[in-house]
Nanobody, 111 residues
Framework: QVRLVESGGGLVQAGGSLRLSCAAS????????ISWYRQAPGKQRELVAS???????NYADSVKGRFTISRDNAKNTVYLQMDSLNFEDTAVYYC?????WGQGTQVTVSS
C-alpha cells in the first residue's frame, strides 16, 4: 500500500522560508514522478511543482524562482524548499504520486 506523509509546515513571517518533506512508502520511489499541490481556503487545489523520475522539474508561475522541488531517492523523500514566502502562499500543501495523496501539511504566512 502506497503511503505519503508530509511534514515541515508551520507559521512563518512574510519573506521567510520553509522546507516541506514528503516521505513515501510502499512503492519503488525512484520510478515514480511526484508532485506538490496546495489548497487555500475557498480555492481549488492547484499544482505547485512536480519532478519526474529523471529529475526534471516544473513549477506554477506563481512560485517560479521562489520554490524548489527536489528528491532523494535513497531516502524515499521529496522536498519543497519555499523561499520569499508571502501571504498568498498560505495553504494546505499536499504531495501526490499516481493516484495517492498525502494528508497535507498547513503552511501559514503572516503578513
Amino acid at each position: 500500500q502506497v503511503r505519503l506523509v508530509e511534514s515541515g509546515g508551520g507559521l512563518v513571517q512574510a519573506g521567510g522560508s520553509l522546507r516541506l518533506s514528503c516521505a513515501a512508502s510502499g512503492i519503488i520511489f525512484r520510478v515514480i514522478p511526484i508532485s506538490w499541490y496546495r489548497q487555500a481556503p475557498g480555492k481549488q487545489r492547484e499544482l505547485v511543482a512536480s519532478i519526474t523520475v529523471g529529475g526534471s522539474t516544473n513549477y506554477a508561475d506563481s512560485v517560479k524562482g521562489r520554490f524548489t522541488i527536489s528528491r532523494d531517492n535513497a531516502k524515499n523523500t521529496v522536498y519543497l524548499q519555499m523561499d520569499s514566502l508571502n501571504f498568498e502562499d498560505t495553504a494546505v500543501y499536499y504531495c501526490k504520486t499516481l493516484s495517492v495523496w498525502g494528508q497535507g501539511t498547513q503552511v501559514t504566512v503572516s503578513s
